[in-house]
């Protein structure tokens, strides 16, 4: 069915949780073609030596022009288009900004997303992504290193800084989402290991899941340790666990994702490529757990178009 009305995603977490992956895997998924992706902080109200002559944090949310953000996530949702400003983080200064017209879905990734009742309402997806710390610090030191060019003092120092105005204001917004992601390591092991990492979902009875409990009950092979699925407490609320381990069998993951795109299916005549890509600079790698939770919120995206 031919719907108007763009279909809003937002992707929640602190610096280096993850975000650009996650927003890159389902991007791909749903086609480039029919994706917007933008990213929150564009709107920081000051440049980087700005920030550091008012000792502000870019994650405070005095630092961004949250009145704006909230007014182009609401423009967008009715398919109108936004001029969105540009923060560069290579220059730490501002471009000039560009032209976005929302395509059918639009991605929107960021530290503040749903810092306010109305910008969350913006939102027909909601997913916050909470690693375990000392992976996110170890993404933290990667990226920044690698691809902003600091150093790791400099990574340390802006770390010891933020802790504060990310309880403060970053990890609160976690309680709004529909879907919590938490991926962490295997036992024992020290490294990054991207493709092996595990992976909580939980699952808010906010919006409409799969049916995981049939499929996790009933398929043969599937009753192993690494996909379960339990009911739980989260923030004093009850809640969906889907619980999958970096080392599911291939074709018990695969199954899975055969349920997904199953559904995904009968919403849409979509071609799924590329599904379960981890992405680490021009390598993609599969990782399991994390193509799940890339299709899993494509099949959310296309059930909130459906119902708009
Ligand atoms: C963190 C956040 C970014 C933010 C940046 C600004 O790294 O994760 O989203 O834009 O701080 O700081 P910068 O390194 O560009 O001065």
Known sequence: MQ???????????????????????????????????????????????????????????????????????????????????????????????????????????????????????????????????????????KRDTVKRGYTRDQVQASLDKRIDVSTNYIRPQRKFADIVCNFYRPDGAEEETGTNLNTNLILRPTIHHPDFAEFIDHRPGTKEKCLTFTLGRDEGLPVDILQITGNIKQMTAETLMDIIIDHLDKCDDLTIDGVGCYFEGDEEKTSYPLGITQLLTCYHLMNAKMNA
């Open 3 to 141: 719907r108007n009305r763009p279909i809003l995603l937002g992707i929640v977490g602190d610096s280096a949780a993850g975000k650009t992956t996650i927003s890159a895997g389902i991007e791909k998924i749903l086609g480039p073609d029919r994706v917007t992706n933008i990213c929150s902080d564009d709107y920081h109200k000051f440049n980087r030596v700005q920030r550091a002559e008012k000792n502000i944090s870019a994650l405070h949310p005095d630092c961004n022009y949250i009145d704006i953000m909230q007014h182009n996530f609401y423009q967008l949702r009715r398919g109108e288009a936004i001029l969105k400003p540009v923060y560069n983080h290579h220059t730490g200064d501002f471009d000039p900004p560009v032209y976005i017209e929302p395509k059918e879905f639009v991605i929107v990734e960021g530290l503040l997303g749903f810092y306010t009742k109305k910008m969350r309402d913006a939102f027909d997806v909601k997913i916050y992504l909470d690693p375990d710390e000392e992976l996110r610090v170890d993404w933290k030191f």
